[in-house]
């Protein structure tokens, strides 16, 4: 288990296997470290902040700290869908810029955690653009499904913070 | 490669930012110097992408060794040398050449250098004409030169440790590696205090005791250096304790400069610790050991018997002659006056019966060390410990409940809760105190260095400040006080002349006013040369003749970057060394600066910074379903306005009449994008806010209460102009804070009607001056609007 941690956050073409969280976006099924997840908590009221991103939803209260919210949908450009009871928040800790911070994923439902082997994990196809592959770690096969593994850190980490303080 | 390229950067802007600020007699800059170019020959792949760089770089860094051996004077005009030195490797980085020609001019450069006249020959270790002329020097140290000038850095010997088996036991190092820290502080607190207190036992104990202690823990953990320095300067204090010496200023110059090089040891080994056995430097401190030694034995030779005071209180006068100021034994200095030693430095030791123990020894209040995570942990835990209660507390079964018993313990609870609150929140705060202490430090030494006589006068060292902004504004600080002593303050001829009292006043105030900490650093000197400031602007092209700017506007000017380098400080005003740095540092932490001068009188130095994470007064306001926090501090009035006040400019830009004057309507829904309940400002209502001197109305739908709010970053959303952060209000949710100011400057841009007529005239003043001075540009827009 603890072999498998680190080399899950080795990030190597071979290293990728371990646990992930999947979770669901319209019919595609997509993949996140198990040990990048803080928690996972229901759709709460959501405080929007002027002068974002369209996809920076704003900012809620997760037991006293305010944490930034981004909706997957918009960030990958897909229509947004209404929240329902199964709209779930999947709070993620990525390395900002100054230290690790604490962001929560809109997704529309939370699947399982499942062990995924490396061997199981191919590289993401290419695309001909490179910005579609670049947030991919992996694609992961699991009893014929497709997971599409997510690099949190640069979807909701660091690039798009830095993106955030330029746009402000 | 990327990142290479940015250490390349970075290693070289560091170097060129050391340079500039680099004193005749600085040396512990130097040492950082050398450190940077290490590292920069160490890079990866230097050798392959910059081979020259690297061949530079041993030069440099070999004529940086010899100007620490004072083989090379270290005078101003050789820095200058080395700045252009610099400034070529920048080049040749940017260029990214390798063509040999900057290389060439590189060389010429270098070798002007190490041949300029004060390379004359000079013997490394026998004692040239500014060695101490101490003729009853004991004889066993006179050619290892005992009391002359303090070894300002400890001279690594090489990277190999002989033996590293104080590795063994980490906790205990970093454990003796904090407290050491700690007690070299205490030292120099202790020791700046005794120039207050000449004599006083009681503080001379305070300075031997962590000697001691530094001692013998080191001992323990097979630290032999540490060790060895620690206890030869403890052999000096005892002989002080037993009034077999004074503690006079040869004595407080061993003890501040050890204390140096001890924190530099301790540095070194956190160094190690971090960054693996590989990284440690094993430092020669056999000179330091000598003139410690020196210093003593100088002493007690002088001075066999302790019985006459008259004997006494010569030898110190002595040593403190030839031994005292460490800088003016470089020659520049050295041919000036020699400073008069300060008016607390020498004191023959108070005959015991005499001593009476003046024990006004700074008392520290006992303290912990806590992990930041863990307090804030804390904080959080408790913010949220509120919320839940409020939450208990509306839950309609609750409610229903009317015993009163129930109320009763309910109100006890809110009590207890909002005092752990309040303790929480404040176990952040500390006093600036150790920072200004910092500062008296620096004032001793930078007054002895360049001759000047300067007192620090200290008010409001209790105002609290976050912990966090602590580190943050030690840097500008030290910036603007050496700028302060440095170029203010004159030397005390000068002084003299004018009819000033030759103590140039240097104070440093620090107090908390409308919901910032402010920080005045204040001096008696000559003040800012405004004609000359303008005279710079306009050659540099940052404003126009024809610009009518004010005395303050100019000599603000001073904050640009164009007003950085060492050269044109001193054709400009004697004022101003990167004070851009400062501005950006301040600004860092949401605040400004600002300078007033008054010529021949002095000036003002005010640094304004916002108290993050203290409690603030809000005024909640509802917007649509949104709701924000005004502060309240802030808040001049609110009403409902009549129809007939509400005045539109071109049709566009809305302004409503408050008490006579025209103020612009900010509808706060079309700015934070929301849907609102009004839309007709007459229906909402406006809270007048007053920010920067600017007055605005901000359109809101409701007002819901008056609410101590605690200021949260956005986690991770930074700079939303408008937003100061976040809070957590009564039901969970999360509620924006206005930042009035940026708020104000927004709306300019976002109505640009109102003020754009009278700024579009002169846009060349309008970007020199905006970052200081919109204030004052926006008083006279309204005014001229009223008129």
């Known amino acids: 288990m603890a072999a498998e941690q680190t080399a899950v956050t080795d990030g190597t073409e071979n290293g990728l296997g371990g646990k992930y969280l999947t979770f669901s976006l319209g019919s595609e099924e997509y993949g996140v470290e198990i040990m990048k997840i803080r928690e996972i908590i229901g759709i709460m009221e959501i405080t929007s902040v002027p002068h974002t991103p369209e996809y920076i939803k704003g900012v809620i209260n997760l037991r006293g700290r305010v944490i930034p919210i981004l909706e997957l949908r918009l960030r990958f450009n897909m229509a947004t869908k209404e929240y329902d009871d199964r709209t779930c928040i999947i709070v993620v800790e990525v390395n900002g810029p100054s230290g690790p911070i604490m962001i929560g994923m809109l997704v529309d439902s939370v699947s399982e955690v499942v062990n995924i082997d490396s061997a199981e994990i191919e590289p993401p196809p290419e695309f001909g653009t490179p910005t579609e592959s670049e947030n991919i770690l992996g694609m992961g096969k699991i009893k014929g499904d497709v997971k599409i593994l997510l690099d949190v850190d640069k979807i909701v980490g660091a690039g798009v913070l830095e993106h955030l303080e330029a746009s402000a | ?787």
């Open chain 2, 1 to 787: 490669m990327a990142e290479e390229v940015n250490t390349f950067d970075k290693l070289l802007n560091d170097l060129a930012l050391k340079i500039m600020m680099v004193d005749p007699g600085d040396l512990s800059v130097v040492g950082d110097l050398i450190l940077d170019l290490e590292n920069l020959e160490n890079t990866p792949d230097i050798t392959t992408k910059f081979p020259h760089l690297k061949q530079m770089a041993l030069d440099l860094r070999a004529v940086l060794g010899k100007i620490v051996m004072t083989d090379i004077d270290d005078s101003a005009e050789n820095f200058d040398i080395v700045g252009q030195c610099i400034g070529l490797m920048e080049e040749i980085y940017r260029k990214n050449d390798n063509d040999s020609e900057s290389l060439a001019s590189f060389n010429k450069l270098l070798s002007t250098l190490s041949s300029s006249p004060a390379a004359a020959e000079k013997p490394k270790d026998s004692p040239p004409e500014e060695q101490a002329p101490s003729p009853a020097q004991s004889p066993s140290s006179a050619n290892s030169a005992p009391a002359t000038e303090a070894p300002d850095k400890p001279v690594i010997l090489d990277t190999k440790p002989e033996s590293l088996d104080f590795m063994e036991d980490m906790e205990l190092l970093s454990g003796f590696i904090e407290e050491t820290k700690e007690h070299l502080e205490s030292i120099e607190v202790n020791i700046l205090d005794l120039e207050d207190n000449p004599g006083d036992m009681e503080i001379i104990n305070n300075i031997f005791r962590p000697f001691h202690t530094i001692k013998g823990v080191s001992g323990f953990l097979n630290l032999t250096n540490i060790q060895a320095l620690a206890h030869s300067t403890e052999n000096l204090l005892d002989d002080v304790r037993n009034n077999i010496r004074a503690m006079d200023e040869s004595v407080i110059e061993v003890v501040l400069k050890v204390g140096d090089c001890l924190k530099l040891m301790a540095d070194n080994l956190q160094n190690t610790i971090d960054n693996g056995a590989e990284s440690y430097k094993n430092y020669d401190i056999s000179n330091y050991i000598r003139w410690v030694k020196g210093v003593q034995g100088a002493e007690t030779v002088e001075e066999p018997a302790t019985a006459s005071p008259a004997a006494t209180s010569a030898a110190p006068a002595q040593t403190t002659e030839s031994a005292a100021p460490p800088s003016a034994t470089t020659p520049p200095l050295a041919a000036a006056p020699p400073p008069p030693p300060p008016k607390s430095s020498i004191a023959p030791p108070a005959p015991p019966a005499a001593a009476k123990p003046k024990t006004k020894a700074k008392k520290v209040g006992a303290t912990i060390k806590v992990d930041v995570d863990k307090l804030d942990g804390l904080v959080n835990a408790v913010g949220e410990l509120v919320i839940m209660q409020t939450m208990v507390r509306a839950n309609p079964h609750i409610t229903a409940i009317a015993d009163p018993k129930l109320n009763k313990d309910f109100g006890q609870l809110f009590r207890i809760t909002s005092e752990l609150q309040k303790t929480s929140m404040s176990m952040r705060m500390v006093p600036i105190r150790q920072t200004f202490q910092k500062m008296i430090r620096l004032v001793r030494d930078l007054s002895k260095k360049t001759g000047k006589q300067a007192n620090l006068v200290m008010e409001g060292e209790e105002t609290e400040i976050d912990r966090n902004m602590v580190d943050s504004i030690y840097d500008p600080l030290v910036h603007m006080m050496r700028n302060s002593v440095d170029h203010g303050v004159q030397m005390p001829e000068e002084r003299k002349r004018l009819g000033k009292p030759v103590y140039g006043t240097v104070s440093l105030r620090a107090y908390q006013k409308g919901g910032y900490m402010v920080i005045e650093i204040e001096d008696d000197g000559q003040g800012l040369n405004t004609e000359k400031i303008r005279r710079k602007a306009l050659e540099r092209g940052l404003i126009q003749e024809s610009d009518n700017l004010s005395d303050h506007d100019l000599n603000n000017l001073v904050f640009l970057p164009g007003f950085s380098t060492a050269d044109q400080i001193t054709d400009v005003s004697g004022r101003g060394v990167g004070m851009d740095v400062v501005k950006k540092a301040v600004e860092k932490l949401r605040g400004k600066v600002d300078v007033m001068s008054e010529p021949g009188k002095g000036s003002i130095f005010t640094i304004r910074l916002p108290l993050t994470l203290a409690i603030i007064d809000g005024i909640i306001v509802q917007v649509g379903t949104e709701r924000y926090i005004i502060p309240t501090i802030a808040i001049r009035e609110s009403f409902r306005p009549r129809r007939e006040d509400y005045k539109t400019i071109k049709g566009q830009g809305e302004t409503l009449l408050v008490r006579g004057s025209l103020v612009p309507i900010i509808r706060l829904y079309k700015y934070f994008q929301v849907e609102a309940k009004c839309t007709d400002p007459c229906e909402a209502i406006v809270v007048v806010v007053e920010s920067e001197g600017k007055q605005r109305a901000i359109m809101v739908d409701e007002l819901l209460g008056k609410q101590e709010v605690v200021i949260k970053n956005l986690g991770g959303i930074t700079d939303i102009t408008g937003v100061a952060g976040g809070t957590i209000l009564g039901d969970g949710r999360v509620g924006l804070i206005l930042d009035l100011a940026g708020l104000v400057t927004a709306k300019m841009n976002y109505n640009l009607d109102l003020p754009a007529a009278v700024s579009k005239d002169s846009p060349a003043i309008k970007e020199v001056t905006e970052p200081e001075n919109t204030a004052d540009s926006e008083k006279t827009t309204e005014s001229e609007q009223i008129s």
